[in-house]
């Protein structure tokens, strides 16, 4: 058990890098990696980092040369033999391995490619662009070392008995929490906190205590480097950056409107029926479902991400229905801002109409909210997203309007091909 | 900093013994040791631990093998040479050493006596019989080890993380009140809580917590142990050992009530004038004031120790004033079953009036109230007392009848030399 009130104290970064391995990442970079691997791998891809909490201004709070040092720290990772054996034993039900002998060469020879930096109006322009395959691996690396600078550059000017305390009223927290989760029980919940976690060891920390606290209730993290050291199951599946660039690369509306298909049919190809968990948000849930070919209806679940959760479940249950599904054969996985309180509301509207899963992330990993002054460790809401995809524009709507990403035009025009009509602004939380 | 929660989920009695020092007991044995060892030398004294919680089964949670392993442990213990360097250098004012070379000397040589221990009615009998300057060495860690062998019992059957959550809810309770106490500044607030500390390392968390927190305001730790450790000052003057022995072997009517004044007599000229902190109320604090010779109202301060504390502190402003003193320049220190709010009422009682100062022990060091089960971990009443000197009964009454001991004819006795009225009853504690 890692004191970690010590070690924040103590950390000098030579000691202790943000990111320390290739597998600090979510599952789900390396399944989608394979796949952008297997069809994708001249595509080039713009990532960028973006602040949607623009009252907290990061650029005044984290130190660029800090900032540098750690992105470069990244750039110096490769994979272990102990993680690229780690990777070969995960498999589809003890039968088929996950990753194949090529994806997986490719990955013992990766390097994180070049990473452009630079200020402005009190943010930072963090962007990566270069092969789809690689560019992609940023996402989760960057989003952490700029959480977790954050929390730093907050806990440096800390007492070592205010830090103690600060990670005690942390931990008595999550433990709260656990023990409430656990008055649900059959309850399925996993660690999704990788990206805005408060730090390394936190995240490592609420894993254990997610183990320890929900026992059979605990379906593992998505989090590669914790699950291979916490004996746990990795999870995830895929996000919303495949149809954004198979959206961007369509060459007409109609390659357009079936982006977000082309992306299951070629992924259920891919993975041989497993991982059959759809995204349908990226351009509107209700589009999506209504114009769906019937073989989506079979895949096992959906993950529902930016609508309020309670409507989102009960659209898919009413779509199933009408496709002739059983939705009690059906997972809905929920991973919108959660926390126990929510994770209770969805679990009592749903429980025994569909099976349930709960991808707990920033309030599991970052639930800081008041423990500093200020709230100047309150997580904020930044993402990673797809910017371009061979110099087109990438566009994201999502159910929730507060989200949508692109050029305006683009937008509309997006808007208009998927038949997006009036939608409900919810505040992003984290 | 040390990982309680690890080391107690770790811990092997070998590495981990309850008592690990000569010098792990409070300061005031070693000064009033010192004054036996001067006057006393052939004195007999039997001590004999007492729990007055008595709903709680000692003997029915403490396994007595590990009880007597502790106990053996203490036995073996000798005063190390960093330890008699640090006792040397313990000084007056920076002027007089506190302790004189005869009595290091002998206490390099001392070797804890021989115990009795029996079972008895779920309870266990624990006395130590033989010169009274070697039993009065068992006094604190004996209680410490009973306190924390109780906790153990408890903690052993804790998984890890309910371990790390428990020591979370409990250090930030503590830093909660040292908080609240810090509103008080000026306060002047000192550790006393080694016997009936829930461990010896969350004592000296505690001690570490006090020093951050209170900085200027922490006055010191009774600890030695803890204090030679943490660069601090030991605190501490005299206890009702001392007028319970006087008052024991008082051979009329006449000496048994001068008995308490000549401790002082004593007391003074052995400590050429430092350390003048008179305990008033062995034998009740009304009659031991009346009758005080006037030599007594120059000592610098007084402990009120179990009258409700701002009666007493009424009190002996009161007295000091009929004496001709002015109360401003005189010290009360408090040290009865103090918390947080009851230091602030006391301080704001006498703010302005008095100089203050605070014990706190119990409530300090074991405040697991409520952090376990049933109250599993919660702080009992237990003592460890002067039984006989010389074959003949102690008596000690106090102002609280509730915390009376000795034979009841004896306490009658006593209650008519001393001219003790009606009494309050309160509630001890701890």
């Known amino acids: 058990m890692t004191d970690i009130a010590t070690r924040v104290y103590n950390h000098t970064w030579k000691i202790d890098p943000i990111v320390r391995s290739v597998l600090d990442t979510d599952f789900y970079k390396l399944l989608m990696g394979q796949t952008i691997f297997n069809r994708h791998r001249t595509t080039r891809v713009t990532f960028g980092i973006h602040n949607r909490s623009t009252r907290i201004r990061l650029a005044d709070i984290i130190d660029i040369g800090a900032l540098r040092e750690q992105l470069d720290h990244v750039r110096s990772l490769s994979l272990t033999r102990g993680e690229s054996t780690w990777l070969r034993g995960n498999m589809f039900y003890g039968k088929r391995q996950m990753f194949s002998p090529d994806y997986i060469a490719w990955l013992e020879g990766f390097r994180f490619p070049a990473y452009h930096l630079e200020k402005w109006d009190g943010q930072y322009e963090l ?228 099976r349930l899963g709960f991808g707990w992330g920033t309030l599991l990993t970052n639930d800081f909210r008041g423990l500093a002054a200020h709230g100047a460790l309150d997580p904020i809401s930044i993402v990673c997203k797809v910017i371009s995809a061979n110099g087109r524009a990438a566009v994201k709507l999502s159910d929730n309007p507060t989200k949508a990403m692109g050029p305006a035009a683009e937008i509309e025009r997006y808007k208009r091909v998927f038949e997006v009509g009036e939608q409900v602004a919810r505040r992003a939380v984290v």
Request: with cysteine; net charge negative; aromatic share 10%.
């Open 127 to 354: 962007s990566f662009e270069g092969p789809w395959v690689e560019t992609t691996m940023w996402e989760i690396p960057a989003l952490a070392i700029i959480n977790e600078l954050r929390s730093r550059a907050v806990l440096k000017d800390m007492g070592k008995f205010e830090l103690q305390i600060l990670y005690a009223r942390a931990m008595a927290r999550v433990w709260e929490k656990v023990e409430f989760l656990k008055t649900l029980a059959p309850v399925n919940i996993a660690d999704f906190g990788t990206r805005r976690r408060h730090g390394f060891l936190w995240q490592d920390w609420c894993v254990q205590a997610l183990i320890e606290g929900l026992g059979e209730g605990f379906l593992g993290t998505s989090n590669c480097l914790i699950a291979m050291r916490r004996e746990v199951e990795a999870t995830g599946t895929n996000a919303h950056e495949l149809p954004m660039v198979y959206a961007a690369l369509a060459r007409n509306e109609q390659e357009l409107r079936w982006a977000p298909y082309q992306v299951l049919a070629d992924w259920q190809e891919d993975y041989d029926g497993n991982l059959r968990v759809i995204l349908p948000d990226t351009y509107g849930t209700s589009g999506f479902l209504a114009h769906a070919p019937d073989w989506v209806a079979h895949w096992t679940g959906i993950r529902i991400d930016s609508k309020d959760p309670v409507e989102g479940g009960e659209e898919a249950i009413a779509w199933w229905r009408t496709r002739g599904q059983d939705p009690r054969d059906k997972l809905a996985i929920f991973s919108d801002a959660l926390d126990a309180d929510e994770v209770a509301r969805i679990h009592h509207a749903f429980k025994g109409r569909i």
